[in-house]
């Protein structure tokens, strides 16, 4: 017989349950936001043969555009770890460089989506069964590189402020978790829409 | 591996903080994880109620003399019911038991996102009232859960109705997933620091694996509905009758949500059922790893589940009868064998809501009867084939039912401080077996090809129901002060909190050596 230690929940810190928390929900919402576009590549592969023509006949899709944003939302990926490398290390200038960059090539890929919905989609939802589909999806993108970049922003301001560091770096991870989560979402619209068609 | 020699008493100190605990305080910006988990439960009893009611309403003869009637049609289930019992109420319900009950039984102090689970109880009311507006100003146009086309593109013009209606199925589809997040988080990063996973009791482990269902899920609904607004807002043919994909893709969409989320309602009974049985058989249950693994496979099933073929009209949320969706009652039956097993081996006693187990049992094998009844005889037809479906689906809801009122009568103490007795557990049981299998008839009667369907029996069952979880108010309503351990048998350790608990739960975590660390030497070698 072994004995066990009665040991009360707050034998870990509260601080530091509390930063595992915002990681570990971060995580799941990231899963819920791929998900949600998961959902909607699944329907459409498993339906495209039922299709009309698509993209509707004489629509030209403009795979300049949406490979340059699926280059960016990438980039990002790479520099918003470089901001949790800087702020693992505890390099603080190199951390508000790469959130810097990031947050200019999030607002880059946000105009890039809205400029892709207004004029380069080449197509208006009435004109096809699944312009519904399409226009949705890219819209959603651009909410989903919209949110991550609130968070990135808020999550700045604490480097900014010097309250974020290597000891709570789950903080940082969830930030980056969210960014790849969105810019998931984006090559998933991305594989649908222009690779499999 | 244990721990005592004899039961431990660590709740005399808890008697004393609960009788110092500080005055109720506002409900509106709590972030005590009982009163959200009591706030979530109030939401569930009255959309379930509401949702029982409108089932009897439309069963009874006349009922399309009734106002709003705008999608009765014979003995199929309506929209209303579906959206008030499978969507809002039953998992509301589940989501308040897991949120009060789930970090008693995990020795944490607090849940892990308190600001977060009180956005989704709030959220989730927003929701259910729209959800309800939208029912109650006119007819949508053509937005129908239960139905098999989505209809909404059928040229009719979106209106206020269905503004109502889409607006509130999504706060409630955010809301439950803001929910099962907090729920996983707190399972996941709140436990007390000797409460591994496996020693989590059998209710904390459906709830994880519940709760990761649903964050799966849910989006994918969220996502339909996105889908379904632009299209109605920007003239779009998604889902106009002409497109067959249309349609079909909207059918997936529900489907994945739907077909989950009618397991999903079922699962957790296991979890808290087991949490039952063993305060019943006083000793550990049986092969508690196997009834754990039953647990987490059946919410896990859940999600493979949809990949079962189309059938009985293709409905997105009707329980076909398919091998992928009879699976199921592989870990019903493991769950149940483990019960019987630790009642024939332990010293059973009647503790509330054990009778609500058993009543889950012969739910479970009436269902079981008549889905071979249906083999033998053949079902004729696909709307035989959906009728026959809608019996079953209305059979799950009590199956439900009975999961969800057995929860909350056996931590009624942690919830209210109230102890039912078990006379009054036994009556709910019986009117909660009763009212499904009734309801559940005319169904049954339609699909195995009789021209007559006995919808006033249907009338009569789904107003028992509504009765039965009408029986679970007076429990949780109002403040009561009982022992921390009424039966003397729990052997979790949300037994040892005060009744009901304080504010911060423990004031020490008791030693945890095992999934039943209230559990003396010889219990748990037993």
Redesign the interface.
Known sequence: MTDVLALPSGATPASERERRSVATASLFASVAMVMAFAGFAAVYLTLRQEVRPFPPEGVEFDFYLARTLVITVFMASLFIEWAAYGIRKGFQGHALVAFAVTILQGIAAIIGFWFLLDTKLGFAIADHPYGALAHTMVFLSLLAVGAAIVFIELTMLKAIGHQLDARNFPLMRATATVWHAAATSWVIVYYVLYVTK | ???TETRPEPAAAQTASAATAPAPGNWLTTGDHKRLGLLYIAGGLVATLVGTVLAAAYLAPGSAELPYVWTASGSRLTSGAITGVLIIGLPALWLGAMTAIIPLQ????RI??PR?QSLSVWTFFAGSVLTALGYTVGRPSGVSLGSILPQASTGSPTNTATELLLAGLALVGVAT?LG???V???I???????VTLSRMPAFAWSGLATSLAL??????F???L??LW??LH?????F?VD????I??WQ??LW?FGRPELFLVVAPALGALSDVVTTAAGRPLLAFPAVRGAAVAAALWSLIAWATPFSALESPVLPTPTVGTALFILPVAIVVLAWLGSLVLGSPSATPGSLHAAAFLVVALVGAAMTLVAALVGIDGSLAAEAFANGQLWLVVAAALLGVTGALTHWAPKLSGKVVPFAASAGQALVLVLGGILVALPGWVSGLGSDSSPTVVGAAGAALLALGVALSIPALVGRGQADPDPTGRGLTLEWATASPPAMH??D??????SAHPLAS?SEERA
């Open positions: 591996m244990t721990i995990l020795g944490a102090t892990a996102l977060l997933l099962a997040i907090g996983a988080t707190t996941l990063n709140q436990r007390a620091d000797a964050i799966i899920s849910t989006p994918v969220l996502g339909g996105a889908l632009v299209d920007y003239g779009g043919s998604f106009a497109a067959v994909a249309g079909r893709v997936h969409h994945i739960n423990f020490s975590v008791p030693a945890v050596g030497d």
